[in-house]
């Protein structure tokens, strides 16, 4: 059974880095992405970044330079480090995955196209 656990978000202050943990149970084999999503109130999920099973990451326009998504296979951890943290990153933030047949293939972008999700964390930038 595939259960994705987040670590506690937390509250920043413009400028920090914060790093967020994302350990993913249960999966058989390495063939299988996880993405980072956020989500303000009123509006849909957003996908922040994304890794492959090749490692091949993705990161949308408003985090790139910023933001960076590994991997740690041997411990089954996804990070998602954020740099700079701007008061419009302030969301709660879901890692999520998805197995697929390639370690190669593109990552999903949309929300539906994951299956596994996370509980979601809180992270909360003030100026």
């Known amino acids: 059974q595939v259960q994705l656990v987040e670590s506690v978000g937390g509250a920043v202050q413009v400028g920090d880095s914060l790093k967020l943990a994302c350990t993913t149970l249960g999966f058989t084999s390495n063939k299988y992405q996880v993405a980072w999503f956020r989500q303000v109130p009123g509006k849909d999920r957003e996908r922040v970044s994304c890794i492959n099973g090749a490692d091949t990451t993705y990161y949308s326009d408003s985090v790139n330079g910023r933001f960076t998504i590994s991997r740690d296979n041997a411990k089954k951890i996804v990070y998602l480090s954020m740099n700079g943290l701007k008061p419009e990153d302030k969301a709660v933030y879901y890692c999520?995955?998805?197995?697929?047949?390639?370690?190669?293939?593109?990552?999903?972008?949309?929300?539906?196209?994951?299956?596994?999700w996370g509980q979601g964390t809180l992270v909360t930038v003030s100026s």
């Open positions: 999520a995955a998805r197995t697929t047949l390639s370690f190669r293939q593109t990552c999903g972008l949309v929300s539906s196209e994951f299956r596994y």
